[in-house]
Nanobody
Framework: VQLQASGGGLVQAGGSLRLSCVLS????????MGWYRQAPGKQRELVAV???????NYADSVKGRFTISRDNAKKTVNLQMNSLEPEDTGTYYC??????????WGQGTQVTVSS
């Protein structure tokens, strides 16, 4: 099982980024897909998660600014991040749970928001 994340980068406060993560190496059905982040010196925290049926859950700090989506056929999960703030800076990890195994983590992609 492999997760390949992309889309991180450097952006000014108020800007936008879109993260994508592709799952490969398994034919098992995918359950929840999500994004976590970890800032320097802090614990990894949930950003957003989406179920196979499309039910979403967001951290309070990103509600109204971030949108998570998925494509079950392509086994991808995306995170559209708008109105970015310096506090959003960190390494973002995609996370996938299969119905039979998991969770699995991507390699992380860096998001840096300058003030």
């Amino acid at each position: 099982v492999q997760l390949q994340a992309s889309g991180g980068g450097l952006v000014q406060a108020g800007g936008s980024l879109r993260l994508s993560c592709v799952l490969s190496g398994t034919s098992f059905r995918v359950n929840n897909m999500g994004w976590y982040r970890q800032a320097p010196g802090k614990q990894r925290e949930l950003v957003a998660v989406i179920s196979r049926a499309g039910t979403t859950n967001y951290a309070d700090s990103v509600k109204g600014r971030f949108t998570i989506s998925r494509d079950n056929a392509k086994k991808t999960v995306n995170l559209q991040m708008n109105s970015l703030e310096p506090e959003d800076t960190g390494t973002y990890y995609c996370n996938v749970e299969l119905y039979v195994t998991g969770p699995y983590w991507g390699q992380g992609t860096q998001v840096t928001v300058s003030s």
